[in-house]
């Protein structure tokens, strides 16, 4: 293993030691409306990837105010760090309007937490595979 790899591996082994949190990172299914009930019925959602992973604000967000609705809406952003390893069901990719829900934290308010993801950073020399995410509540 050159010094590069190691170095690396190092990093990525660290990296993990933070990953406190676990997560599920899925796509929700295609909703479809049941004529009988009037009601709007969601699919089943795709799950990409269970597992631990790192929940962390970003430090230099400050939050966006939206409407949604008729209703105002506060964005914050989040950076969620799986392990570099982390690999997704087969012709899968990450994309923006899938989501990440916190299973389980040493935060006890975190767990329930849904995240949307806005985009993926990809990086060979990287400690771990980030996914930025926004909290729309």
């Known amino acids: 293993m050159n010094g590069l790899a190691a170095f ?3 990093g990525r082994t660290a990296h993990e030691d933070l990953m406190s949190d676990r997560v ?5 299914g295609a909703e479809t409306f049941d004529r009988e009930t009037g009601a709007t019925v969601p699919g089943v959602p795709l799950v ?5 992973a790192r929940v962390r604000p970003v430090a230099q967000a400050s939050g966006t105010e939206e409407q ?3 209703r105002e ?4 952003d989040y950076e ?3 392990p570099f390893a982390t690999e997704l069901p ?3 990719r990450v994309a923006p ?3 990440v829900e916190v299973l389980a934290s040493q935060d006890p308010r975190m767990p329930g937490l849904t995240l949307w993801v806005t985009g993926a950073e990809v990086s060979g020399t990287a400690s771990a595979w980030r996914i930025r995410t926004e909290d729309r509540t």
């Open 73 to 76: 809406v506060r964005l914050l």
């Open 24 to 28: 599920r990172l899925f796509r929700p």
């Open 90 to 92: 087969a012709g899968e």
């Open 97 to 99: 309007g899938d989501q």
């Open 68 to 70: 949604a609705g008729e």
């Open 48 to 52: 990409l990837y269970e597992g631990m």
């Open 80 to 82: 969620v760090a799986l």
């Open 8 to 10: 690396l591996a190092r």
